[in-house]
């Protein structure tokens, strides 16, 4: 089992649609989590941090369920720019900041 | 403030050449890390620094060396370079935190390595 899940995608979505990524870790030790983007033949880039009481910034919204090792990533509002891959990163609670990164989930949003 | 750096942006190497990655870090980061992203795949740990003076292994290190002699720098080395090898590199570093205090990683924009 991959230490971090996500469905490759891709999602294609009109503007302004709703959309929501999942993710499933299976480190119970792990203490920190994130949602990354990536743009094609980029880096990637820090996107939010999730929080156990979840959280938002603007469109975007991220939850955590520790109990069943999950989490999401809901973006209101699509916009075309939204078009990247979307990445899961969970550390692996031991020394050095060791973060695990998920295949990543495709989305495209046309107009 | 440059955050991180890494050069060459773009190489192809013939096979059974060497040649070294740059990486450094602006930020005063005690972590670095080196990862390799195959096409449509994810992120692989090579190899990473908690430290200078301090390296270790990640999941794919065969076929690569670093070094940590300055906080600042953390250099990639192929030995013998392989087709395998053909892959974009990541170098990230991050604040040396622990628990949830622990922030995400800060990447360079990568070197996209052909071996031919």
């Known amino acids: 089992r991959k230490e971090v899940e996500q469905d490759p995608g891709p999602f294609n979505v009109p503007e302004g649609a709703t959309v929501a990524f999942n993710c499933t870790y299976s480190?119970?030790?792990?203490?920190?989590f994130f949602w990354y983007r990536q743009d094609c033949r980029k880096e990637p880039k820090l996107l939010m941090s999730v929080y156990s009481s979840g959280n938002e910034d603007g469109r975007f919204t991220a939850q955590l369920n520790r109990a069943s090792q999950y989490i999401s990533l809901l973006i209101r509002d699509s916009k075309l720019s939204d078009s990247a891959t979307y990445l899961c990163?969970?550390?692996?609670?031991?020394?050095?900041?060791?973060?695990?990164f998920g295949g990543g989930t495709r989305l495209m949003v046309k107009p | 403030n440059a955050g991180v750096t890494q050069t060459p942006k773009f190489r192809i190497l013939k096979i059974g050449q060497s040649m070294t990655l740059q990486c450094t870090q602006d930020m005063n980061h005690n972590y670095m890390y080196w990862y390799r992203q195959d096409p449509g795949m994810g992120l692989k740990l090579i190899y990473y620094s908690v430290g200078a003076g301090i390296t270790d292994k990640g999941e794919v290190p065969n076929g690569y060396n670093v070094s940590r002699s300055t906080t600042e720098d953390f250099p990639l080395r192929l030995e013998l370079a392989a087709p395998s090898q053909t892959s974009v590199y990541f170098c990230?570093?991050?604040?040396?935190?622990?628990?949830?205090?622990?922030?995400?990683?800060?990447f360079g924009s990568g070197t996209r390595l052909t071996v031919v």
């Open positions: 990230a570093s991050s604040y040396s935190g622990t628990g949830t205090s622990v922030g995400g990683y800060t």
């Open positions: 480190n119970s030790a792990s203490q920190s």
């Open positions: 990163v969970v550390n692996r609670g031991n020394a050095g900041n060791m973060l695990t």
